[in-house]
């Protein structure tokens, strides 16, 4: 029998025809490596030179520039409605605003969020995101240094030129069962980009970048109790783990250590700033980009109506640092503090301690002297302020170093108008302090919910309030 009767067979050909696929899932060599464990751990990361290319193409920053004086009257003296870079100079400010085109909006230019009869105008909903943008970065390089160290982001980090950037998530829509008995799919069998097309839950992103579920594999106990580590929250780890690595462009190990991939002992420094980076994006998510729900038009929302929020990707873009760890933010001072957003100089993040365990090293804190904290409220509604959330965070910051504390959170209702509603208002302002307090780190059986109380009379402003407490022991 010769070659060509022999490929003729049906079962031949169809042999031939696997090979070549599982061929073709594979990537040629030569490959590169680098090994940053010791030898015989597996701790070695694995590169491809020829898609580096792509991500090194991504990844290059913008020319550095000659930073201008500080020297002269400030902008907020000059311009009128400056409400978040007043104390920069004039030559500072005018160079940020340029700068920030040329990241978001090179091809409109100015006019994309200011209008040009009119600069101090705020009507156009650019205007008012990009301010809170602005903020939203500060906060990062100030409250979140333990994950972007000194070097810092700045727009140019996500938008990449682009007036929306390219990695950006929304809430999937829930998958239909087709019929009750087939139960929750929990997004799995629905290839997803998210978890590489893998057979995991395709929304890796709202359970703990936007929620606060933990994430775990291995339970810390063996008995019924606290045992977070079931199939599902399993399966929804691994699809968050599959998004980072994708993202960073690395495998397991650059956070893991091989010996035992739950262990915090021993592993590699990357897994602390790691544990910093999804609660930096978690709180940026919370506090930021979902208070903008309203202010975006629909054609800006995904198909549930929620707006864009940040991954791990929306930063990293394939690398293991964003752009490689350039230091733009050198170049513009008025991105890098609080200070101008809020009106006082920011409080760094503490530093984690060396074992990597997410704890706060500063010495315990008298609460009883600091709590309670008052979170006020507009009148009828319970979307928390930039305000309430910054009272929220120091309540955060107080409580973070002692994990045996619990507190009360109490919502006090008007006494004025519908009470039926008025208690009802008052409980959802106590669940979003809730949340916004677990978004902070403190966990959730740390949390004790009080019913709604009526409000002294009279008292306009603290009537529409929930208030921190510590709880009796």
Wanted: neutral net charge.
């Amino acid at each position: 029998m010769d070659n060509t009767t022999t490929l003729q067979s049906p079962w031949l050909r169809a042999a031939a025809l696997g090979s070549l696929l599982l061929l073709g899932a594979c990537e040629r060599p030569p490959m590169d490596t680098v090994q940053h464990g010791y030898r015989g751990t597996g701790m070695v990361q694995v590169y491809n030179p020829r898609t580096m290319e792509g991500v090194i193409e991504a990844n290059q920053a913008p020319a550095s520039q000659e930073p201008a004086s500080a020297e002269g009257p400030k902008a907020g003296e000059v311009y009128q409605n400056v409400k978040v870079l007043g104390d920069l100079s004039v030559g500072q400010f005018t160079q940020l605003m340029v700068s920030m085109t040329a990241w978001v909006a090179p091809d409109k230019g100015c006019a994309y969020c200011h209008n040009p009869a009119n600069l101090a105008d705020d009507s156009l909903y650019t205007k008012v995101v990009a301010r809170r943008m602005v903020q939203m970065t500060q906060t990062i390089n100030s409250k979140w240094q333990n994950h972007v160290s000194t070097t810092g982001v700045t727009c140019f980090t996500c938008h990449r030129g682009q007036a929306v950037p390219a990695n950006v998530w929304f809430k999937p829509e829930q998958q239909t069962k087709g019929a009750d008995f087939i139960g929750n799919k929990m997004g799995q069998n629905t290839p997803a980009a998210s978890v590489k097309l893998a057979s995991l839950p395709n929304d890796p992103f709202s359970p703990y970048l936007l929620g606060s579920e933990p994430i775990r594999v291995q339970s810390t106990q063996a008995l019924p109790g606290e045992h977070w580590s079931s199939i599902a929250s399993t399966e929804k780890t691994y699809g968050l783990m599959a998004h980072m690595s994708t993202s960073l462009g690395v495998n397991c190990t650059y956070c893991h250590t091989t010996q035992s991939f739950g262990k915090w002992e021993g592993g590699p420094p990357q897994r602390v700033t790691a544990f910093h980076g999804i609660r930096m994006v978690r709180d940026i998510n919370n506090a930021f980009m979902v208070p903008l729900t309203d202010t975006f038009p629909a054609n800006r929302k995904g198909e549930l109506g929620d707006v864009a929020k940040a991954n791990c990707t929306t930063c990293h873009q394939g690398a293991y640092k964003p752009l490689f760890g350039a230091p733009m933010l050198k170049d513009h001072p008025g991105l890098e503090s609080l200070r101008t957003a809020f009106g006082k100089p920011a409080v760094p993040a503490a530093a984690a301690p060396a074992d990597g365990l997410p704890t706060d090293t500063a010495p315990a804190a008298d609460l009883s002297s600091q709590l309670p904290a008052k979170v006020l409220f507009a009148t009828g509604q319970a979307g928390l302020s930039p305000e309430a959330r910054q009272v929220i965070e120091d309540a955060g910051k107080l409580l973070s170093g002692q994990a045996g504390v619990k507190v009360t959170v109490s919502g006090f209702a008007d006494q004025r108008g519908n009470l039926k509603a008025n208690m009802e208002l008052s409980k959802l302002r106590a669940f979003a302090v809730r949340d916004a307090l677990k978004a902070a780190g403190v966990s959730e059986d740390r949390i004790e919910l009080k019913k709604p109380e009526m409000a002294v009379a009279g008292a306009d402003t603290d009537a529409r309030r929930v208030e921190i407490n510590l709880a009796k022991p």
